[in-house]
C-alpha cells in the first residue's frame, strides 16, 4: 500500500510537471484572449476535480449511514474539504480570468452562481463537522451531504433562468466549437494530471484521518487503563 | 401494549407544542418583534420610491421572514432539551416522524401568523400594491413557509446537537434553503409587477417541498438517534 502511493505520488508529480509544460510552452496563444485564456488549463481541471471531490464525498455519505464504517467516513470528510480547496480555486481564478476577457471580476451567472452555492454548502459542511462533537460529526455530516446532493438540481434550475455569461462548453458544442488540436492536448493532459492530483490529496487526508482516529482511540483506551 | 399511531403521535404532541405556546407566545412575540425590526431598518437602509419598492418588496419581505423564522426554528428543541424530554422520546416505542411532524406543522402555523400579520405591515410601510393576481401571492406563501421551516426543523434538530447550537442553524440552513429563497422572491416579485407569470417559480417551490418533505422524513430518525 506504501508503494502504491508514493509511486502514484511519484507519477502524479510527472503528469503535473509535463502538463505545466504543455500549458505554458506548448500551447499556442489564444488569438483574441492572449495569454490570459493559458489559466484555462487549470481553472476547468480544478472545477471538473471539485465536482469529483463532492461526488465522492455524496457517495461515501450514503455509504456511511448505510454501513457506518468509520473508512466511508474518513473518505468523505477528506473529500469534502480537497473538493473545497478545488472549488476555491475555481472561483479565485475564474475573476483572474474574467478581469481582462469581460472586463468584470464576478457576474452573476449561472456556472458561476452555482459553483458559489456549491462551495457554500461545502463550506458549511465542514463547519457543521468542526462544531459538532466527534461521535455525532459523522452522522450529522453525511445528513447533511445528502441535503446538499438533493439541493444541487434546485440549485441549478433556479439560477439557469438567469442570463448565462459564461462561456459555453468549448468542445463538443455547436458548428465553431472545437479547440486546436495542440491545445486540446494540453488540456487534457491537465485534466489527468490534476483528476490524479486531486485523487493523491484525498488520499493523502484519508491517510492521515484514519491515523488520527487510531491516535484517538489510543488514547481513548489509555483513558479507561488508568481508571481500571 | 401497542404502539401509537403516526397519525395520533403527531396530533398530541401538535396539541401540546401549540398550547405551550398559546399560553407563553415566546415564539411568535419574538419572531414578531423581530421581523417588525427587520422591517423598519430596511425601510431607513433603501428609502425606495413606491415603484422601487414594488420591484424589490418580494426580497425583503422573504428575506425578513427567513430571518425571523430562524429565530422561531431555534426554539424548537430547545424546549425539549430540558427535562431530557429528547430522551425519553427516544426510547418510547412512539414514532420519530410524528415528532418531526407535529414540529414541523407548529413551526409552519407559527411563521403562518407571522405572515398574517407582517402582510398589512409591508402594504402600509412601502405602499405596495400587488399588479398580478393576489391568490397567488397565498399559494406562494404557503408553499414558501414549508419550504423554510421543513428544511429548518430539522436542521435545528442537528444544530442543538452542535457546540454552538444556534449560530449552527442558519450557518447551514441558509446555503441549502438558496434556490427556495430564490423561487419565493422571484415568485413574489413576478406578482407585484405582474410582468411575468410566476408559475415556474411556483413550480420549482412546490417540487422543493416534496423533495425535502421526503428526505427529512427518511433521515430524521437517523439525526434524532445520533449519539
Redesign the interface.
Known sequence: MKNAFVIFALATLALLAYGLYMALVVAPTEATMGDVQRIFYYHVPSAWAAFLCFGINAVASVWY?AKRGVKADAIALASAEVGVVFCSIVLLTGPIWARPVWGIWWTWDARLTSTL?LW??Y??YL??RR???S??AP??AA??A???F??VP??Y???R?FRTQHPQPVMGGGENSGLDPVMARAFLWNMLAFTCYCLLVIWMRYRLQIAEQAVEQAHAERALGERA | MTSPTLTAMTRATLAKDLRLEWRSKDAINSMLFFALLVVVIFAFAFDPTAEESRRIAGGLIWTALLFSTVVALNQTWARELRNNVLDAYRVSPAPPNAMFLAKGFANFIFVAVLQLLMAPLFVVFYSLRPIGPLWQLLVIGLLANWALVV?GTFFAA?SI????REI?LP??L???S???L??MV?ATTEVLTGDYSPR??IK?LA??DV??TV?CLL?FE??LN??
Open positions: 449511514l452555492v457554500l454548502i463550506v458549511a463547519m457543521l462544531f459538532s462533537g461521535g455525532r452522522v450529522l445528513t447533511l445528502i441535503f446538499g438533493f439541493d434546485f440549485v434550475l433556479s439560477i433562468i | 428544511n442537528m446537537r452542535t457546540r454552538n449552527m450557518l447551514i441558509f446555503p441549502i438558496i434556490p427556495a430564490m423561487a422571484e415556474f417559480w420549482l417540487a422543493y423533495v425535502f428526505v433521515l437517523t439525526v445520533a449519539e
